[in-house]
């Protein structure tokens, strides 16, 4: 099983930046690709953006394209997501995720972290 831990979240005023981290520990080998998705209140969780643990490639929501950029360092075994221009509808607890490669479903979630953006 892989554990994840989020960190980053916070309270940011619109237009200002963010960075979001997730360590992987446990079984990482098993790992296919890593990802973000969140949950507004009052909303279902939605994907934000992904990207392959071996050759990096990666996909976005679109909401997430031109503002957010996905980033992974093998060697830490953390995933970034890099959040600009932040508007007040990125509002959302953020969790990490990883895929084994059988879905996102069937692999492990962090707890999530909290992203405020004020307007």
């Known amino acids: 099983q892989v554990q994840l831990v989020e960190s980053g979240g916070g309270l940011v005023q619109a237009g200002g930046s963010l960075r979001l981290s997730c360590a992987a520990s446990g079984r990482t080998f098993s790992i296919y690709a890593m990802g973000w998705f969140r949950r507004a209140p009052g909303k279902e969780r939605e994907f934000v953006a992904a990207?392959?643990?071996?050759?990096?490639?990666?996909n976005y929501a679109d909401s997430a394209k031109g503002r957010f950029t996905i980033s992974r360092d093998k060697a830490k075994n953390t995933v970034y997501l890099q959040m600009n221009s932040l508007k007040p509808e990125d509002t959302a607890v953020y969790y990490c995720?990883?895929?084994?490669?059988?879905?996102w479903g069937t692999g492990s979630s962090g707890q999530g972290t909290q992203v405020t953006v004020s307007s």
């Open positions: 990207i392959t643990w071996s050759g990096g490639s990666t």
């Open positions: 995720a990883a895929d084994p490669g059988t879905g």
